[in-house]
């Protein structure tokens, strides 16, 4: 009889209980999981080397104003700055006006220069840039109202007071995996009348040590001018969005917190159980001569086992929220999941250390019985 | 014949020691659950709170919300005299034009939000009677002066009383802080309409706000801008154009309710497994009920009453845990109009009755399998256990 074999069979005499304690510590795991999940990818949009090198050079006074179009070509030559495209959010309405997607009006010419791990083929976007009531989508949009090349797409404006009637010409490819659509920002000024004006800019910097520079040169430009910028890299500006959504770092961590301890109360609770009915065992363990260390490590590797089963359940259910339309229920907040190495590491830990003290605190009030003690125990 | 519930109350009594830790697990997921659902319910309150039944908000017919919409000073004149609104007591419609515009400032924690600055004429104090000046003093028309409200002064930056925050180009002097019950205007700042609409650079008005004769006038006021091409105006009853908004809430309430189901059907094993072992203790005393005559189905009613009272205990448990948080201010953003909204996470009866709810169906799910195995107990068998 090894020690493994003792572990195992004694953790399978009681299956239906070992089963429902993997099962909830599985449970709470995957929630773990996911809260960690989504504050990550709340907290740090994903960030590959180009979108560093991007700007974002919006109003100062906040995005309920408005920059002239002027300020495009100012900002082209500025040095170190190497594409700029207007960024006028349009949010339009498509059918439901309870389901939004991102739609801008943007330069066709540079919006591709500028997000290049969007991928469009260059007939597409050829077409795109030929055509004035072009517009374009991204493949998971364009896969959700079922769109296809060549479909005619009416966008009612609300912050306009324009409703645009666009032609899809082409499907690009987000790796983010976000509904968004272009069209010509020239057709939305024309639109309205040309006021030559646009929300914002967003700006492609030649390489990272220009960043800092154009930020503040920009800036600088338009201070005590009537319409002041505040140019800020992309990652600042979308986190600058979520900080809106209120003191989300908070509410999940206190959850997580909350998850984790609950769970270690649940498999406490129950590894004492299961050591409450085996006292009569433990004695007579000890009596045949077992030291108190390899009693420890048999009821320790047993709550060890339990809530490793535990972590693998977790963990493949938080693997299948990959599957799951997350667009939809987040309001684009979240459009995939994708837990960090970190996220893994601190589920398979929390596990590891439940099973360690849940183990270990009925354990220890074991060992520590006298033999004779145990023996009167009835349980 | 039930099982007397004394029975099952004093067993819970004598194991104290595992009851108070099942207990606490569905303390803690009620106590998560009833959170969460204080900050819907808090974003709901602000909002639903906000209109006045007689009141009407005339709008762009495309805009979404105040902050999208543009109404033409010409289209104004033609809005105010429409038929069915008040007058008040100079002879004068009652519909104040409003301009509305955000500011980007930093908070208190050092993150930046906006905040929504309404531009308002002072028939806007008859119109919205919520709103009471509790430190200073009132707006003088025709000043650059605003009042803040005291959340706002509280939560942002440069924003207290006799502060001069930068408003669009020129500054403004805070000569008053107010409250308004709760509703969403405690997010905001008012200053004098057309003040904000120069600083702000604002050719136009954002929105009218008019009060109807009574609830009839406000469909006459509804067809009278739907009915009239020059216009391009809707007018929604300014109740269901708040109640609108709480879709704000929505995804704390979808994030309520996934955190509270998968917390629940962990905490449902967890409550088996403590049912299942108090079942496993009692094979004599369910084999003694039997024989003293009670059916099956009442040793089983006997068992799931336990879990549920088991439950219960967590789930008040729970409600306990939660309370400090009621009355906590905090705010995120309201996206129809752009601008931070404040609310206070709101612990209601009827939530702690969810919570409690919550708590019995949990009790529920986890007793009943064990409580069928109790009932199903072959009597002699039992007995004869040691």
């Known amino acids: 009889m090894t020690l493994r074999r003792f572990i195992w069979k004694n953790a399978l005499r009681n299956k239906r209980r070992t089963g429902l304690t993997m099962l909830s510590i599985g449970f709470s795991l995957f929630l773990l999981m996911a809260l960690l999940t989504f504050m990550e990818q709340l907290l740090n949009p994903v960030s590959d080397a180009d979108s560093a090198l991007r700007l974002i050079v919006a109003p100062a006074t906040s995005i309920a104003d408005i920059l002239p179009l002027a300020y495009r070509d100012k900002i082209k030559r500025v040095p170190g700055v190497e594409h700029v495209s207007t960024l006028q959010w349009f949010n339009g309405i498509y059918k439901d006006p309870n389901y939004l997607f991102a739609n801008f009006a943007v330069d066709p010419k540079e919006i591709f220069n500028i997000y290049t791990e969007q991928i469009i083929s260059p007939e597409e976007k050829a077409a795109f840039i030929g055509d004035r009531t072009a517009c374009v989508a991204s493949t998971k949009l364009a896969e959700r109202y079922q769109w296809k090349v060549g479909d005619r797409i009416v966008l009612q404006g609300t912050i306009f007071p324009v409703d645009l009637d666009l032609l899809l010409v082409g499907t690009f490819y987000d790796p983010l995996s976000q509904e968004s659509m272009y069209f010509h920002f020239d057709y939305l000024n024309e639109a309205m009348g040309n006021p030559a004006i646009s929300g914002a800019f967003s700006v492609k910097a030649r390489d990272m040590a220009s960043v800092p520079v154009i930020e503040q040169t ?162 | 014949m039930l099982v007397p519930i004394r029975y099952n109350l004093r067993y819970l009594v004598v194991r104290w020691k595992s009851t108070c830790l099942t207990a606490a697990t569905f303390g803690m997921v009620v106590a998560t659950f009833v959170i969460t659902m204080s900050l819907a319910e808090g974003i709901n309150r602000a909002l639903t709170k906000t209109g006045h039944p007689l009141n009407v908000v005339i709008l762009r017919s495309g805009a979404q919300s105040e902050a999208q919409s543009e109404i033409l000073k010409q289209q104004y004149e033609i809005v105010r005299n429409a038929p069915g609104i008040a007058r008040d007591a100079r002879g004068e419609p009652l519909a104040p034009p409003e301009v509305i515009t955000l500011v980007n400032k930093p908070r208190l924690d050092g993150k930046t939000s906006n905040i929504l600055i309404r531009g308002v004429d002072p028939q806007v104090y008859t119109m919205r009677p919520a709103l009471k000046i509790v430190e200073g003093r009132a707006l003088m028309p025709g000043m650059r002066e605003v009042i803040v409200a005291r959340a706002v002064s509280q939560r942002f930056q440069g924003f207290g009383l006799g502060d001069q925050p930068r408003l669009g180009r020129g500054t403004f002097t805070v000569v008053g802080l107010f409250e308004a019950e709760g509703t969403a205007y405690e997010s905001e700042v008012w200053g004098d309409v057309r003040e904000v609409m120069q600083e702000f650079d604002r050719a136009n008005y954002s929105s009218v706000v008019a009060r109807a004769i009574d609830r009839d006038a406000i469909g006459r006021i509804r067809e009278y801008m739907d009915s009239d091409p020059r216009l391009k105006l809707k007018a929604k009853d300014e109740v269901e154009y708040y109640a609108e908004q709480t879709k704000t809430a929505r995804p704390v309430q979808a994030f309520a309710s996934f955190l509270a189901m998968t917390m629940a059907i962990g905490a449902c094993f967890a409550g088996m497994n403590t049912m299942y072992a108090n079942v496993a203790n009692r094979v004599r005393e369910i084999g003694t009920l039997r024989i003293l005559g009670f059916t099956p189905t009442a040793v089983l009613a006997s068992f799931l009453l336990e879990s549920v009272c088991l439950a219960l205990i967590g789930g008040a448990l729970g409600c306990v845990m939660a309370l400090p948080i009621n009355g906590l201010a905090t705010g995120t953003t309201n996206f129809d109009s752009f601008s931070e909204v404040l609310f206070y996470f709101t612990i209601t009866p009827s939530l702690m009755m969810k919570g409690m709810l919550f708590a019995a169906i949990m009790g529920l799910a986890g007793g009943f399998p064990p409580a069928w195995s109790a009932s199903k107990q072959p009597v002699l068998a039992a007995l004869r256990q040691v």
């Open chain 1, 218 to 379: 920009i800036d600088e430009m338009f201070r005590n001018s009537p319409n002041e910028t505040k140019t800020e890299t992309e990652k600042a500006f979308v986190l600058g969005f979520v900080a809106m959504l209120g003191n989300i770092q908070t509410i999940i961590g206190s959850v997580a917190s909350v998850v984790v301890f609950t769970m270690l109360l649940v498999a406490v609770s129950t590894m004492a159980m299961t050591v409450r009915e085996r006292m009569r065992e433990v004695a007579i363990l000890k009596t045949i001569g077992f030291s108190r260390q390899t009693i420890l490590i048999l009821v320790v590797g047993e709550a060890m086992f339990i809530s490793l089963v535990g972590v693998v359940l977790g963990v493949g259910m938080g693997e299948s929220l990959r599957l799951v339309d997350l667009t939809g229920i987040t309001q684009g907040f979240i459009t995939r999941f994708e837990p960090a190495l970190t996220t893994y590491a601190a589920v398979i830990g929390s596990g590891l250390a439940i099973g360690l003290l849940s183990g270990f605190l009925p354990a220890w009030q074991a060992v520590n019985l006298t033999i004779t003690h145990a023996m009167r125990r009835l349980d």
